[in-house]
């Protein structure tokens, strides 16, 4: 299923591919027989191969990284710093939504430009557009690809426009690798960082001025209340009567663009994702009719408990749950705080964590889930000279640890 997407990207001379996801790396795999320019590598987690790509784009290789939209937000750290040292060559993040999961939010978030293509058709173009702007303005581009891009095709049936004419480097269509050494940009201290900052911001005005022309976008005028949104999901709740703008270019917004669709309604309604990327962009509201600006009303999560503990889970990204129950026993020592992760997660950034518990002398019951990685796992806490650790059998045996005194690993499988 993942044939069309890893093939456009290669046709539009992708090099360098990397994924944490078996079935593109298999696709991939299969693939380089047929075009030898092409590397693809199968990673340990979204950091790594989101690392990699960026490595690859830092010395002028046209290079991907393909995740989920939920998989890319645990390589947030790296994605945040590339918008401001930005690449050489051209850099695509596909992000396949197979959840209702949206990598939106992450424009505005980022300052990374993000596109969203809905089919086969909308993806080869966002693929060939993505590359042009990313090597024009030398800086990655997010695309959103739907999880059946590979079989839906475009109502609308716009062929791709070649993305080559906008290469401004004649080195970069040689195909040879350029790495021009400037601590400036790459090291990105707070002095430099704030050139960049200037630099990143001239750049995003620039591709938005890019983006008020690009084909994904579509506008259909039908009656005076209009629907601006970026994709058919949804759209069932409107008339079918109801002006729509479509914008596949979510970030930055082509404002001219909808800012004159928005003059020519009565009233827009915004069909978007959970949040408001869209909207938070619009200037002038006035006629928008909101179902989230200004009606978010506050909500209390009910607090998680379990065998006698209170629970904190991986909320903010892969073993978040170490540090946030360091932080309420720092706070509130008298709490019985059970966090739980897995071991990838514990591998690809809870090991800090864990080290940092240990020098500050946090006492909780740490529950690392999963079935294969436990005594490489055990052998890394021995070298930080930590040995008090469990295996489980069943669930209901984390009741006994609920008044260890300090800090306690265990090691069970399934999910709880």
């Given at each position: 299923m993942y044939d069309h997407i890893c093939t456009t990207l290669i046709d539009n001379g992708a090099r360098l591919v990397y994924t944490v996801n078996r079935a593109i790396a298999a696709t991939l795999k299969r693939l380089e027989g047929e075009y030898p320019s092409i590397h693809s590598d199968l990673s340990l987690n979204e950091k790594i191969a989101f690392e990699?790509?960026?490595?690859?784009?830092?010395?002028?290789?046209?290079?991907?990284?393909?995740?989920?939209?939920?998989?890319?937000?645990?390589?947030?750290?790296?994605?945040?710093?590339?918008?401001?040292?930005?690449?050489?060559?051209?850099?695509?993040?596909?992000?396949?939504?197979?959840?209702?999961?949206?990598?939106?939010?992450?424009?505005?978030?980022?300052?990374?430009?993000?596109?969203?293509?809905?089919?086969?058709?909308?993806?080869?173009?966002?693929?060939?557009?993505?590359?042009?702007?990313?090597?024009?303005?030398?800086?990655?581009?997010?695309?959103?690809?739907?999880?059946?891009?590979?079989?839906?095709?475009?109502?609308?049936?716009?062929?791709?426009?070649?993305?080559?004419?906008?290469?401004?480097?004649?080195?970069?269509?040689?195909?040879?690798?350029?790495?021009?050494?400037?601590?400036?940009?790459?090291?990105?201290?707070?002095?430099?960082?704030?050139?960049?900052?200037?630099?990143?911001?001239?750049?995003?005005?620039?591709?938005?001025?890019?983006?008020?022309?690009?084909?994904?976008?579509?506008?259909?005028?039908?009656?005076?209340?209009?629907?601006?949104?970026?994709?058919?999901?949804?759209?069932?709740?409107?008339?079918?009567?109801?002006?729509?703008?479509?914008?596949?270019?979510?970030?930055?917004?082509?404002?001219?663009?909808?800012?004159?669709?928005?003059a020519e309604m009565n009233e827009v309604f915004i069909s978007e994702g959970p949040y408001p990327a869209i909207e938070l962009q619009i200037h002038d509201r006035s006629k928008i009719v909101s179902a989230k600006m200004g009606s978010m009303q506050k909500r209390t999560k009910p607090q998680e408990t379990m065998y006698g503990f209170d629970v904190v889970r991986d909320t903010l990204g892969p073993a978040s749950s170490i540090n946030m129950a360091h932080g309420i026993k720092k706070t509130e020592p008298e709490r019985k705080i059970l966090a739980i992760t897995f071991e990838d997660f514990f591998l690809h950034s809870g090991m800090p964590a864990f080290v940092n518990t240990l020098y500050n002398g946090s006492a909780y019951v740490l529950l690392i889930l999963g079935d294969k990685k436990e005594e490489e796992i055990k052998k890394v806490m021995t070298g930080f000279g930590f040995s008090n650790t469990f295996h489980i059998g069943t669930f209901s045996e984390i009741e006994r640890f609920k008044d260890a005194q300090g800090l306690t690993v265990l090691f069970g499988k399934g999910i709880i």
């Open positions: 990699l790509a960026l490595t690859g784009a830092f010395s002028s290789k046209r290079t991907a990284c393909l995740f989920s939209t939920e998989g890319i937000y645990e390589a947030i750290d790296p994605l945040m710093s590339s918008a401001y040292t930005g690449v050489i060559g051209g850099f695509l993040i596909v992000c396949i939504k197979e959840t209702e999961e949206d990598t939106t939010p992450l424009g505005l978030f980022s300052k990374l430009p993000v596109i969203v293509a809905e089919s086969q058709d909308d993806f080869k173009r966002a693929v060939a557009f993505g590359y042009g702007i990313s090597e024009k303005y030398e800086i990655p581009v997010i695309v959103q690809a739907e999880v059946d891009t590979a079989v839906r095709s475009s109502e609308f049936g716009v062929r791709s426009k070649k993305s080559e004419s906008l290469i401004q480097n004649p080195e970069l269509k040689s195909g040879k690798s350029v790495f021009n050494k400037n601590p400036g940009r790459w090291a990105a201290t707070p002095k430099f960082r704030f050139q960049l900052h200037k630099e990143l911001n001239e750049k995003i005005d620039k591709i938005r001025s890019e983006f008020e022309a690009y084909e994904g976008n579509v506008k259909t005028i039908r009656n005076k209340t209009g629907v601006i949104t970026t994709g058919h999901s949804g759209l069932e709740f409107f008339d079918e009567d109801a002006s729509l703008l479509f914008v596949s270019t979510v970030h930055p917004l082509p404002l001219k663009l909808v800012t004159e669709f928005i």
